[in-house]
């Protein structure tokens, strides 16, 4: 099965539904999956599917194959308003910066 038609399977979908229908298409139990990525960096706000789903997604991934080294999954926002910050966090994601991000 391509990615595109499973992301689009689970684009909407709550955490629960979505780790379901990815244990329905493949039996994790036959399957081994590690994830060498340590970081994830996600945008809020994209077209197709926003850092909130994404984020959803890549939880429900690595919980139905049992991945125990989370990589961090980290909210780049234009939303300063602590609804949207709390937003993140409640979806998973560890932390949130506020754009324009500034190097010094």
């Known amino acids: 099965m391509g990615e595109e038609l499973l992301i689009d399977n689970l684009q909407g979908k709550s955490e629960d539904v979505a780790m379901k229908e990815i244990q329905r298409l493949w039996n994790p139990k036959h399957l081994r999956f590690k994830t060498s ?8 706000s994209m077209p197709f599917m926003d850092g909130y789903q994404s984020t959803r997604i890549i939880i429900a991934i690595l919980r139905a194959f049992n991945v125990e080294e989370r990589p961090r999954i980290v909210a780049i926002t234009g939303h300063t308003e602590p609804d949207y910050k709390q ?11 506020s ?6």
């Open 37 to 44: 990525f340590k970081l994830i960096i996600t945008d809020c």
């Open 99 to 104: 754009k324009p991000i500034h190097s010094y």
């Open 87 to 97: 937003k993140a966090l409640d979806y998973g994601m560890e932390y949130v910066y």
